[in-house]
Structures are given as structure tokens and as C-alpha cells.
């Protein structure tokens, strides 16, 4: 048994597999040659570590107001995480 280049940078950086498997099919895919800023945003904003963050009280106005300023289009989350409907 050998680690692969791969579970390294996953276990460096305390990356999920899931993550590292997303960024590597983007990476060599689609985004190869010619990534846009805003597709390499949406990569990163997608890794499964951020599913697991809570919003913090009050953070969904902070939030809201950041939505409607950035230059490209957000949607809202999938599923709401806040200390308020999360469960202890």
C-alpha cells in the first residue's frame, strides 16, 4: 500500500476526500486551461467543508447585503445552518 499525491494533500491541508476528488476532476476538466475567476471561486466555495460551517447569529443580514454586492450572481444556500436551527 503507497499513498497517492492526492491523500498527501488531502491530509496536509485536513482536506475531505470529496474535496480533493472535486478540485482534481475540475482541475484536469473543465477549468484546465482556461479557468475564470468566478468558476474557480464556485470550486472552491463548493468544497464540502463549508456544508459543515454554521452561520452565526445574526450573520444571515451580513450575508444577504455581501450577496447583493458581489459582481456575479449567489444563490442562497441549500440548506440553512444556524446556531438558532441547528441541532446540539
Known sequence: MAATT????AAHYYLSHKTVGQFHRALTGPLAKAATLQQLLTLLCNAHEYAELPVRHNEELINAELMRSVPWPVRPPRTPRSFA????
Open 6 to 9: 492526492l491523500g498527501r494533500i
Open 85 to 88: 436551527t441547528r441541532r446540539a
